[in-house]
């Protein structure tokens, strides 16, 4: 029970049990061992900072119960914003992203996967599904059984990844809601992102675009290298292999065993640019640029 609680609230994805949690023993009638690593992997995904917003709520609560207690009086001066931005983005992210995921794994995997599993085991088993892309790396049944279309919600979910400062990885739901939101202001003619009655700053979004398109850039280029290395691997075990490296899932198509020497370093190297941080890693290598005092001319290019 430690064991995998740790395995869970870390997001490692490590099982005692042979076969991890797809273990005959417990895939039946043991619900509740999924919902609660599925919790402890959510827990662990959405990042410190909301974990200590969430902590400063319970005790301003608290303090606001003990006050009625021994005034007997009701403070009618209630803090405004108890949620700060960042945990009303992440919160409301991950929870669209588990309710598409979960909503799309029981479509495509109810007669197939699921087949046979009671009504309630098919949900729960789409809910912990549809958790443990986010960068946990338990499995429940055989990934490489399940349909291309599960298999590209996997992929995305995978890329996603968890919270900003939490024991997730991808390039974080921060910086993908950042995204979504820039280009909804784009596509709206709106100078400024806002979103909750804020302006999102200048350096936000620079930094969320910058991740998203290195993530990309990175991904395409060790998936273009390992398909010249392993020529009779399929393009999709090659790029889940990749996504799940780059993103420290731990999930694989049963790929991995199979892979050349060179082909496992370059899988390593991956783990280990997704552990470290893109943004981190670049920053350490790129020699950085002092600030100038001076501004040149600015001036637009042709999009579209």
């Not at 009618?76 to 794994?105: E, S, W």
């Not at 979004?205 to 398109?213: D, H, L, W």
Request: proline share 2%.
């Amino acid at each position: 029970a430690a064991f995998h609680s740790i395995s869970a609230f870390c997001n490692a994805g490590f099982s005692t049990l042979s076969g991890n949690l797809g273990n005959p023993m417990v895939m039946t009638n043991h619900n509740g061992l999924f919902i609660s690593v599925s919790l402890l992997i959510i827990f662990g995904g959405i990042g410190f900072p909301i974990l200590v917003n969430f902590k400063d709520i319970v005790l301003y609560h608290l303090r606001r119960f003990w006050k009625l207690v021994c005034t007997r009086k009701l403070d009618r001066h209630k803090m405004q914003h108890l949620y700060n931005l960042n945990t009303k983005i992440v919160l409301i992210m991950t929870f669209l992203l588990l309710l598409i995921g979960t909503l799309a794994i029981a479509a495509f995997e109810w007669n197939a996967s699921f087949a046979g599993m009671p009504l309630a085991d098919k949900w729960t088993q789409a809910f912990f599904n549809a958790t443990c892309p986010r960068t946990a790396g338990f499995s429940s049944v055989d990934l490489a059984s399940l349909s291309v279309q599960t298999l590209l919600v996997y992929l995305f979910l995978m890329w996603v990844g968890g919270g900003s400062q939490s024991t997730a990885g991808g390039v974080k739901v921060n910086a993908f809601a950042v995204v979504v939101l820039n280009l909804v202001a784009v596509l709206r003619g709106t100078e400024r992102v806002e979103v909750f009655g804020r302006e999102l700053s200048y350096d936000s979004i620079r930094r969320s675009n910058a991740t998203v398109v290195m993530s990309l850039g990175v991904l395409f280029i060790f998936i273009f290298t390992l398909s010249i290395l392993e020529p009779g691997v399929s393009i999709m075990a090659l790029t889940f292999e990749c996504v799940s490296a780059l993103s420290t899932v731990g999930s694989s198509l049963n790929l991995t065993p199979h892979l050349c020497d060179a082909s496992k370093l370059l899988v390593s190297l991956l783990m280990f640019i997704g552990r470290v941080g893109l943004i981190t890693l670049m920053l350490g290598i790129v020699k950085q640029k002092k600030n100038t005092k001076y501004r040149y001319p600015s001036d637009n290019i042709i999009i579209n």
